[in-house]
């Protein structure tokens, strides 16, 4: 093998986790100390119990987008479109107020 190409191995890492858990291993990083989010303690395969590791906000951010929408009342396209149809027909059922061109012109020639 070749010397000086390797990098040195620290045996004693302290490794501390967000839950307490702290270890001690061997890796080649320089540090004395690491801090980790999940280990073997706390992780979800071993412990059995679902954990939700949010460090961006992300599940937070998607139940408020899921409670916003349950206040939002959305309608089918069925019922947009009945509630479309029902507004032209009672729009051609109102009598119009204003006259058309041709009214003005029959209401102009009775009245002469």
């Known amino acids: 093998m070749k010397k000086d190409i390797h990098p040195k191995y620290n045996n004693k890492l302290q490794i ?58 959305f309608k089918s396209k069925k019922e947009k479109m009945e509630k479309r149809r029902k507004k032209i027909e009672e729009a051609g059922n109102k009598p119009t107020s204003t006259l058309t061109l041709r009214d003005m012109l029959e209401n102009a020639k009775v009245s002469k």
């Open 16 to 73: 501390t986790c967000s839950c307490g858990n702290s270890f001690v291993t061997g890796s080649t990083l320089d540090q004395d100390n690491i801090t980790v989010e999940i280990c073997s303690k706390c992780h979800p395969f071993y412990t059995g119990e679902q954990k939700i590791v949010d460090t961006d906000n992300l599940v937070r951010k998607f139940e408020e987008r899921v409670a916003k929408s349950k206040t939002l009342s």
